[in-house]
């Protein structure tokens, strides 16, 4: 069987290597199609876009694909976000994650959340390796994928010291999160329904909605986040993203929102709509503000 690949990844990094935790699939399944990932995902990994050789360390960012939590846009949302970070003088690493649509319970719910951990961790492990400044490693999530970037931000750990395996040890913890369009709530007025019902099945418990809500997970040690939205997005309310912020702020975390005049829905980097575009230049300069890039 031909399998065409898109993009230019200088890596691909399978995540457990040493045996997936709550793995539901028998057979490993390759993507014929990575423009638009729609069936199960059997064997997790980071696809990983290096920028050009640098004397000095350089920043990383976790890219996460949406999708509603049931398929992955891997090229618009994913790809091509890789490779323009790469031109502002940022490595990307591109997670290519199960996503719970296709997975049974008890594990449907905690699949996705594992894997981004992992990425973290492995990016953090291999950091010296790859010419990384530790501390300016952040995640940028999209819709879905935004979620589970929230997600990430607010249910990491420092790292496990009981665990036997040297990389569970080592922290989860981003340094700074990007948020576009993101699902933040799983509480009904506010969430995407798709997204929910992919996480949490059709009948969440009220413990699961709010350990999924983000907004009502903020700690005082979350990331510093931007988050960006557009005000006609009629998908994902940008509610979402407005009560995210508003938490950070009463937890006296920095962080900055803007709500797009228009745009709707799923841009990414494919849109002929310049005006979406515009949030690149405010994700670039809130880099720059951050000191992550230098102007």
Known sequence: MCVFIWGNAQDKIVLYPEGIPCNSSETTIEPVRIKKINHQIANPQLWYYAV??????????????????????????????????????????????????????????????????RAMRVIRQRASQWNIEASKIGVMGFSAGGHLAASLSTQFDLGKAAKENQLEKISSRPNFSILIYPVISMRKELTHMGSRKSLLGGNPTKDQIILYSNELQVKSDTPTTILIHAKDDSVVIPKNSILYHEALQENKIPSTLHLMEQGGHGFGISSTNKSTQLWLALAKNWLIQLGIIAD
Not at 76 to 83: F, M, P, R, S
Request: glycine share 8%; hydrophobic share 45%.
């Open 52 to 117: 050009a050789v640098s004397k000095k360390e350089v920043p990383a960012i976790l890219v996460i694909p949406g999708g509603g939590y049931k398929n992955l846009a891997f090229e618009h949302e994913g790809i091509k976000v890789a490779k323009w970070l790469n031109q502002i003088g940022i490595s990307a690493f591109v997670l290519m994650y199960r996503t719970p649509y296709w997975e049974p319970k008890p594990c449907k719910s905690k699949i996705a959340l594992l894997d981004a951990q």
